[in-house]
């Protein structure tokens, strides 16, 4: 599924208090191809990656995906485009503490198949989690909550994925993990993936990187030979 | 200038306003009640203490028995200031073409009594030589219109008297227009008092004083001298005793005002309750929420101590803001309804003060609730420790499976959705607690005031339709026969009449004394049944007598033990009991007609007759007719009596309904607040799963489910207690003379469930609506919700 975004800006607050999170900005990112976003704090990766999601709206310009104009859309296809093109991962998980690792997953899967939780545990097999199903938040590592999550994001088979610094409270060797999982998964299924990151090293497993800063893109780089997560340092 | 703290304080506060309004104004409400209803009865109080002094009402009347001595000894004892020698008699009035059942007390002429004096309301106190002028008692003054120079009749043996009504008077003896103890409630139709001279009592009665009122010195209570009267009296051959605080008038007085001294502690201890709940609920999450802020306070040197007072003061806030006007609210409401209660039964005297003890407690008590909700959660932030507290999240806990799903394993297919709203009952146990708590408290609430009008509205039912099967009574002037009473029936509308023969008798047993009424009925009487201790019906027995349960105790007797009862003439009898009955009203006294007959050796008169109607028949048009025949002394229809009762019912349901939106207030904000906290825990919860496709009506309905799960699971919990403490409430009112037995309709059950549900669903509503506000963006990127 392709993104497209023409002249994207998105403003906090009004008047002299107004704060531009993005200005102007132009990018299209065809159906497949590994993005990551790299920039300091406050360079605007999230609320790119927000207004993809269509969790927040854009105050100037277009973001089409798959040629549909998020703008144009009523808040019951925001939903409707959210539930079937669009799979998050967050930095801090936002696991259902109440609910196992395969009731998370399920209650994703739920909203657009019927075999919610079979569809489930095959994903959270996929992932390496076979054996954790019926374990709760709380019994589960940082590595393996951040695994629950991404299966939360797959599940529905999205082929949008974004995720936000989905490595930012992971050690090292677990977050390759996660990373190794991503791109394997994402390759699977064909996904436009935006991946918001602090970390440059990460830069090397993406088919392209784009560098923000003060909302603006400052570079745009393709990466012809993408490493395997598995072979990064940091 | 404000310190940061107190800054950060009042900036929370306003952040989390409805919260600490509903906190706010339950505190008011609690406090408020409390100031009103203890200045109220300590007015009211002192307007009755104040009254009877005033009035010199006595401390000990003796009726009966050798009047003189009785005096001369009373007299004599120290401790006595007043006694006063008079004559009384119930005895047949006429105004205009009403007949009642009245009653005469001779007042001496010229001069106020020294004991029981009147207040003159209109017109003057009869003077010397005005033997046929009489002074009416304001109720019935009030009832038939009379005014100075009007005039009534007063039956003296077979001849209407015509007396001219000189004035109207309040009595402190008549406050409550009762008849005496036992017959509380009587019809201004059938009941009124005029104050005649000795002359014409002695006319009445043929013969002289039988009764003397007593005033101690100062006007107190002697719990001592009134034993040692009481018993000389009873030598000396009295037959009626009763003290100041037994005496009917004053005795329903102070039940009643009882109530209000009940009131003071029993609602506002639930409000209290509710609002530290309330506060508690909410300041434990400010905590939680504000952990990384703590753990920065004390990283950056900021003391425990101050910390703890810093959180102390989200209790101390709104614990001052609700208690103070709440207090001077409670304190103004209490002269208002002090007035209003007073003016209502036209008490002489009003006394309205100002108690600062009741403000200073009423003030304290709020900021105490509300202190004590803060002081945990309080603790818990001055031990927060910093390092924990700043790296941010505080783990989440183990989840576990519902005790639902557990109970019944099918439940674990359900959506996972649905699963989670299972566990959300469970995720905050002592959330969930305090969430029932607030249900329990509310129904509390609710079933106290609604128990109270079930409760009465089935005691009079079974009073007057279920055990007083008559539809009228016929008063006759003077002992009649039996025969005259079975004639009745000659007359058009009248289907069947009984013999009654009602008299005061003195019952003794175990050196203990109870006065009350001993009624003579036909053995196979129709007109009333006698519900057994035990809950069955019985038959009149036809040997022994049947006595009121309350007798049981006071006097120490069971069935098969014999009493001795003393009648007005003196003559004692001594049957055997033959059962106890469950009377709602009175504590009365029953023997079939033949037993008595046996019992005194002689054929017993009637004083009245029990009848029933023929169907369809006009009652007015009958007591017409009956009352016209001269030997008919008073005609009561029992559906009067009943319609006077059920108006008095107004009262109760003016309560209730004040009750139940106070409740309801009570229970909103309890409700609101843990529901707003469940809400604000799961921001980050509902952020996520609107951002993976989740409808926002989707989520509403799991959190309004589950929300409302806890609150269901409270609701049985709640008409448990409920009526518990409606039955513990009612009983303090029991007495002698009313036997409160909780009954509580299956509907009302049903109606405060309801209502509490539709509180906990409309308290839901703000919640729900921030829901719609969430934005998802900011919450999901935040490191703690």
């Known amino acids: 599924m392709t993104i497209k975004m023409t002249g994207v800006w998105k403003t906090f607050g009004e008047g002299h208090t107004a704060v531009h999170a993005l200005q102007n900005i132009d990018l299209a990112n065809p159906q497949g191809e590994f993005t990551t976003i790299l920039g300091p704090s406050g360079s605007g990766k999230t609320t790119l990656l927000n207004l993809v999601g269509a969790i927040d709206d854009a105050t100037e310009g277009h973001i089409e995906v798959a040629g549909v104009d998020l703008a144009g859309l009523s808040v019951d296809e925001l939903v409707k485009y959210r539930r079937e093109n669009v799979g998050f991962v967050f930095q801090f998980f936002n696991l259902i503490p109440t609910l196992t690792a395969l009731e998370n997953v399920e209650l994703v899967a739920d909203l657009t198949a019927s075999n919610g939780a079979e569809r489930a545990a095959e994903v959270l097999d996929r992932v390496g989690l076979g054996d954790r199903m019926t374990h709760?938040?709380?019994?589960?590592?940082?590595?393996?909550?951040?695994?629950?999550?991404?299966?939360?994001?797959?599940?529905?088979?999205?082929?949008?994925?974004?995720?936000?610094?989905?490595?930012?409270?992971?050690?090292?060797?677990?977050?390759?993990?996660?990373?190794?999982?991503l791109q394997r998964v994402s390759r699977e299924l064909s996904q436009t993936v935006l991946l918001v990151t602090h970390n440059a090293a990460i830069g090397d497993m993406a088919d392209r990187v784009l560098k923000l800063r003060s909302g603006e893109i400052v570079e745009d780089v393709h990466n012809d030979t993408p490493i395997d997560a598995t072979e990064l340092t940091w | 200038m404000v310190k940061p703290l107190h800054r950060k304080l009042i900036r929370d506060i306003a952040r989390h306003k409805p919260q600490f309004i509903a906190i706010t104004l339950t505190i008011f409400l609690g406090v408020a009640i409390f100031g009103a209803a203890f200045d109220s009865y300590t007015n009211l109080v002192a307007s009755y203490d104040q009254t009877a002094v005033n009035y010199r009402f006595a401390n000990l009347t003796i009726a009966g028995g050798d009047t003189e001595t009785i005096a001369a000894f009373a007299g004599s004892d120290p401790a006595v200031e007043s006694v006063e020698i008079r004559t009384t008699a119930d005895v047949p009035l006429r105004v205009d073409d009403t007949k009642l059942l009245g009653r005469a007390i001779s007042v001496p002429a010229g001069d106020q009594p020294m004991v029981?004096?009147?207040?003159?309301?209109?017109?003057?106190?009869?003077?010397?030589?005005?033997?046929?002028?009489?002074?009416?008692?304001?109720?019935?003054?009030?009832?038939?219109?009379?005014?100075?120079?009007?005039?009534?009749?007063?039956?003296?043996?077979?001849?209407?008297?015509?007396?001219?009504?000189?004035?109207?008077?309040?009595?402190?003896?008549?406050?409550?227009?009762?008849?005496?103890?036992?017959?509380?409630?009587?019809?201004?139709?059938?009941?009124?008092?005029?104050?005649?001279?000795?002359?014409l009592a002695e006319q009445i009665t043929g013969e002289g004083p039988n009764e003397v009122a007593v005033y101690y010195a100062a006007g107190e209570s002697d719990e001592e001298v009134s034993a040692a009267l009481s018993a000389e009296g009873r030598e000396l051959g009295a037959t009626n005793i009763y003290t100041r605080e037994e005496q009917a008038s004053n005795n329903a007085l102070t039940e009643d005002v009882k109530g209000l001294e009940e009131m003071a502690i029993f609602f506002p201890m639930m409000f209290l309750a509710a609002a530290g709940l309330a506060a508690y609920v909410m300041l434990s999450r400010l905590v939680h929420s504000q952990r990384p802020h703590i753990g920065t306070f004390l990283a950056n040197g900021f003391t425990r101590r101050q910390v703890l007072v810093h959180y102390l003061g989200y209790g101390i806030v709104p614990g001052l803001i609700g208690s103070i006007p709440g207090a001077i609210v409670g304190v103004l409401l209490a002269r208002t309804i002090t007035r209003l209660y007073t003016g209502i039964l036209s008490i002489p005297l009003t006394v309205v003060d100002f108690y600062p003890t009741t403000l200073i407690a009423a003030i304290v008590f709020g900021l105490v609730a509300s202190l004590l909700a803060a002081l945990a959660p309080a603790l818990v932030a001055s031990r927060v420790v910093p390092a924990e507290a700043m790296r941010g999240e505080t783990p989440s806990g183990g989840g576990r499976r519902s005790l639902l799903e557990r109970v019944f394993p099918p439940l674990r297919k359900v959506p996972a959705a649905w699963r989670m709203t299972f566990r959300g009952v469970g995720r905050n146990p002592r959330r969930t607690i305090y969430t029932i708590i607030g249900v329990v408290l509310s129904l509390m609430l609710v079933l106290v005031s609604w128990g109270l009008i079930d409760t009465t509205r089935h005691l009079m039912d079974r009073q007057f339709i279920e055990i007083q099967r008559e539809d009228a009574t016929v008063y006759f002037a003077g002992p009649t026969a039996t025969e005259d009473v079975a004639a009745l029936v000659?007359?058009?509308?009248?289907?069947?009449?009984?013999?009654?023969?009602?008299?005061?008798?003195?019952?003794?047993?175990?050196?203990?004394?109870?006065?009350?009424?001993?009624?003579?009925?036909?053995?196979?009487t129709?007109?009333?049944?006698?519900?057994?201790?035990?809950?069955?019906?019985?038959?009149?027995?036809?040997?022994?007598?049947?006595?009121?349960?309350?007798?049981?105790?006071?006097?120490?007797?069971?069935?098969?033990?014999?009493?001795?009862?003393?009648?007005?003439?003196?003559?004692?009898?001594?049957?055997?009991?033959?059962?106890?009955?469950?009377?709602?009203?009175?504590?009365?006294?029953?023997?079939?007609r033949a037993h008595a007959e046996a019992l005194t050796g002689s054929a017993l008169p009637a004083t009245s007759a029990l009848i029933s109607y023929d169907e369809g028949v006009d009652a007015k048009v009958l007591r017409n007719t009956i009352t016209d025949i001269p030997r008919v002394a008073a005609f009561e229809?029992?559906?009067?009596?009943?319609?006077?009762?059920?108006?008095?019912?107004?009262?109760?349901?003016?309560?209730?309904?004040?009750?139940?939106?106070?409740?309801?207030?009570?229970?909103?904000?309890?409700?609101?607040?843990?529901?707003?906290?469940?809400?604000?825990?799961?921001?980050?919860?509902?952020?996520?799963?609107?951002?993976?496709?989740?409808?926002?009506r989707s989520i509403s309905r799991y959190i309004t489910a589950e929300n409302m799960l806890v609150a269901?699971?409270?609701?049985?919990?709640?008409?448990?207690?409920?009526?518990?403490?409606?039955?513990?409430?009612?009983?303090?009112?029991?007495?002698?003379?009313?036997?409160?037995?909780?009954?509580?309709?299956?509907?009302?059950?049903?109606?405060?469930?309801?209502?509490?549900?539709?509180?906990?669903?409309?308290?839901?509503?703000?919640?729900?609506?921030?829901?719609?506000?969430?934005?998802?963006?900011?919450?999901?990127?935040?490191?703690?919700?």
């Open chain 2, 712 to 785: 269901a699971m409270g609701i049985p919990l709640g008409l448990i207690i409920g009526t518990l403490a409606a039955g513990a409430a009612l009983s303090s009112f029991n007495s002698d003379l009313f036997t409160f037995k909780l009954h509580i309709q299956p509907t009302t059950y049903l109606f405060a469930s309801l209502a509490i549900l539709a509180v906990a669903l409309i308290s839901q509503i703000p919640g729900l609506r921030a829901i719609r506000r969430i934005s998802i963006p900011q919450v999901v990127k935040e490191r703690s919700a």
């Open chain 2, 526 to 592: 129709e007109m009333h049944r006698f519900a057994n201790v035990d809950g069955g019906w019985i038959d009149l027995p036809s040997n022994g007598v049947v006595l009121g349960q309350a007798t049981r105790d006071l006097l120490d007797i069971k069935v098969g033990d014999t009493v001795a009862m003393t009648v007005a003439e003196g003559d004692t009898i001594r049957p055997i009991v033959a059962a106890f009955v469950d009377e709602p009203l009175g504590t009365m006294a029953y023997v079939g």
């Open chain 2, 637 to 696: 229809d029992a559906q009067v009596l009943f319609d006077l009762m059920q108006r008095f019912m107004v009262l109760f349901y003016a309560f209730v309904g004040v009750m139940l939106v106070f409740g309801g207030a009570m229970a909103f904000a309890l409700i609101f607040n843990a529901m707003s906290v469940n809400i604000a825990e799961r921001t980050r919860e509902v952020a996520t799963l609107l951002a993976v496709g989740t409808e926002r």
């Open chain 1, 136 to 181: 709760f938040p709380a019994q589960l590592s940082g590595g393996e909550q951040q695994r629950v999550a991404i299966a939360r994001a797959l599940v529905k088979e999205p082929p949008i994925l974004l995720c936000d610094e989905p490595t930012g409270e992971l050690d090292f060797e677990t977050g390759r993990m996660v990373l190794d999982l």
């Open chain 2, 490 to 524: 000659d007359i058009d509308g009248i289907s069947s009449a009984e013999p009654a023969l009602t008299m005061p008798v003195a019952i003794s047993a175990n050196e203990a004394h109870y006065e009350t009424a001993l009624t003579v009925l036909q053995d196979d």
């Open chain 2, 116 to 199: 029981n004096q009147l207040e003159i309301m209109t017109g003057s106190y009869p003077a010397n030589g005005d033997a046929n002028v009489v002074l009416v008692e304001d109720h019935m003054a009030s009832h038939f219109d009379l005014a100075p120079g009007d005039s009534l009749d007063i039956l003296i043996g077979d001849t209407w008297q015509h007396v001219t009504v000189g004035g109207v008077a309040l009595s402190p003896e008549y406050i409550w227009p009762a008849r005496n103890r036992q017959e509380l409630l009587t019809t201004p139709d059938n009941f009124g008092v005029v104050f005649v001279s000795e002359e």
